[in-house]
């Protein structure tokens, strides 16, 4: 099952897709899709629904993130081997956490807005993970059935703020619309193996990053329980799990993205997403 929602910002409708790819409306079952209502209950109760006996949406309409707000936010940095060569970063012998501010969250096919006086914008497509069920020291073997669905993400990155400026890279990922999700989240059932997953992304109509998730240093379930040995993961919680090789930053020279450049970035069965970057306004 695909989750995505539909209609302006801020005014977005909950919605599944069917067989057809038409996005049905279930706002009378649950009245949005965010960290007080997703649970894997809430998947089962849309699983039993026919889609064709609830309205249709516009084909045409905006596709907002696949949730109102997330809880946290969290990412994992370096975690592709040929990524982390790329940087010249060593292999973490660990994961490396950091945050994204919740409300870096955007739409799939949204505006990137460069923040004031960037020079140093960059793209990262990555595999998404949603949380369905707390995750509290959840075991490896235990922990991809406490995940609500996949997506698709883009981890964009303003590099002098993550690495030049001191401190955390939250600085660096954080900024309004630095973090698009979706189209739609994909139910597990639909991802059999997510350590088997195509990743692109190509920016203006050339190609950027490629590489597959098996390529992963740490894997999903492995990232789930060792994030929730240092946090308790919760419904609605987004862990964003790394991006493969081809960011600007590891362009000789390096190469970022300006005002009016297009992203296209996609995971194989998990959808795409397009975005226009543009100067922040006010
Ligand atoms: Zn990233």
């Given at each position: 099952?695909?989750?995505?929602?539909?209609g302006?910002?801020?005014?977005?409708?909950?919605?599944?897709?069917?067989?057809?790819?038409v996005?049905?409306?279930?706002?009378?079952?649950?009245?949005?899709?965010?960290?007080?209502?997703?649970?894997?209950?809430?998947?089962a109760?849309?699983?039993?629904?026919?889609?064709?006996?609830?309205?249709?949406?516009?084909?045409?309409?905006?596709?907002?993130?696949?949730?109102?707000?997330?809880g946290h936010?969290?990412a994992?940095?370096l975690?592709?081997?040929?990524?982390?060569?790329?940087?010249?970063?060593?292999?973490?012998?660990?994961?490396?956490?950091f945050?994204?501010?919740?409300?870096?969250?955007?739409?799939?096919?949204?505006?990137?807005?460069?923040?004031?006086?960037?020079?140093?914008?960059?793209?990262?497509?990555?595999?998404?993970?949603?949380?369905?069920?707390?995750?509290?020291?959840?075991?490896?073997?235990?922990?991809?059935?406490?995940v609500?669905?996949?997506?698709?993400?883009?981890?964009?990155?303003?590099?002098?703020?993550?690495?030049?400026?001191?401190?955390?890279?939250?600085?660096?990922?954080?900024?309004?619309?630095?973090?698009?999700?979706?189209?739609?989240?994909?139910?597990?059932?639909?991802?059999?193996?997510?350590?088997?997953?195509?990743?692109?992304?190509?920016?203006?109509?050339?190609?950027?990053?490629?590489?597959?998730t098996?390529?992963?240093?740490?894997?999903?379930?492995?990232?789930?329980?060792?994030?929730?040995?240092?946090?308790?993961?919760?419904?609605?919680?987004?862990?964003?799990?790394?991006?493969?090789?081809?960011?600007?930053?590891?362009?000789?020279?390096?190469?970022?993205?300006?005002?009016?450049?297009?992203?296209?970035?996609g995971?194989?069965?998990?959808?795409?997403?397009?975005?226009?970057?543009?100067?922040?306004?006010?």
């Open positions: 099952m695909k989750l995505l929602r539909i302006p910002a801020g005014a977005e409708r909950p919605a599944i897709l069917d067989a057809d790819g996005a049905r409306d279930v706002s009378s079952v649950v009245p949005d899709y965010s960290p007080e209502t997703v649970s894997l209950d809430l998947i109760r849309l699983g039993a629904l026919d889609a064709t006996k609830l309205p249709a949406l516009p084909s045409a309409a905006r596709i907002g993130a696949p949730l109102k707000r997330v936010f969290v994992i940095g975690n592709y081997a040929d990524h982390a060569a790329e940087t010249g970063a060593p292999i973490p012998r660990e994961p490396i956490i945050s994204k501010a919740p409300n870096s969250l955007a739409g799939p096919n949204d505006d990137v807005m460069l923040p004031r006086g960037s020079q140093k914008t960059d793209w990262e497509v990555e595999l998404a993970v949603v949380i369905g069920k707390r995750c509290d020291y959840v075991e490896e073997k235990d922990a991809l059935s406490h609500l669905g996949y997506a698709v993400c883009n981890d964009v990155s303003e590099r002098e703020y993550q690495a030049e400026r001191g401190g955390q890279w939250i600085k660096g990922k954080s900024a309004p619309t630095f973090g698009p999700l979706g189209p739609w989240i994909v139910t597990p059932d639909e991802v059999p193996d997510p350590q088997n997953l195509d990743l692109f992304l190509d920016v203006n109509g050339e190609p950027a990053q490629r590489g597959n098996r390529t992963m240093i740490f894997g999903v379930a492995h990232l789930i329980s060792y994030v929730s040995s240092f946090m308790v993961l919760e419904p609605g919680d987004v862990i964003t799990t790394g991006t493969p090789p081809g960011v600007g930053m590891g362009r000789k020279p390096p190469v970022y993205l300006k005002a009016g450049d297009r992203m296209r970035l995971i194989v069965g998990l959808g795409e997403q397009n975005q226009k970057v543009v100067a922040r306004q006010g």
